[in-house]
């Protein structure tokens, strides 16, 4: 079991697209990471609120130094892209694929089904509500 985790998510609400995601390390939230996503994310709705979460997990494991992580997700697309079992079509998924498999942090990736009363799932889709509402 890794020792640092994040959960993300996206939401899509009133045409506007935003991203959450909550960095635990030991059982602790270190990190709360959450608000509306750039322009070419939106368009994919919630999924780009979640594919822009994991980028920001990413950099921020970089900015604290951390070396691998576990992130546990709630849409297949999130990893499959990255691994290749699906094609990346468009330069969203593309560009996302690029920034993951460039990183020097080593992924290890975790589904959890989506509100299913996960703790840290929820959470981070209320972070992501909260970004899609222009809070953050």
């Known amino acids: 079991m890794n020792e640092w985790e994040a959960y993300v998510d996206g939401s899509y609400y009133n045409h506007k697209v935003g991203y959450g995601a909550v ?23 919630q999924v780009g609120g979640e594919l822009f979460a994991v980028i920001q997990v990413v ?21 499959k892209w990255v691994t290749g079992d699906w ?27 989506s509100h299913s009363g996960n703790l840290w799932n929820q959470r981070a889709d209320e972070l992501a509500k909260k970004g899609a509402n222009g809070i953050g």
Do not use: A, M
């Not at 390390?25 to 750039?38: M, T």
């Open 87 to 113: 094609k990346t079509n468009i330069s969203l998924t593309k560009n996302y694929t690029d920034f993951i498999n460039h990183s020097p942090i080593q992924i290890h990736w975790q589904k959890v089904k």
């Open 23 to 45: 960095i635990i390390h030991k059982n602790k939230v270190k990190s709360e990471l959450f608000g509306s996503v750039p322009e070419e994310f939106s368009h994919s709705r």
């Open 59 to 79: 950099k921020w494991c970089q900015k604290e130094n951390i070396t691998k992580i576990t992130i546990y997700f709630d849409y297949w697309g999130i990893q």
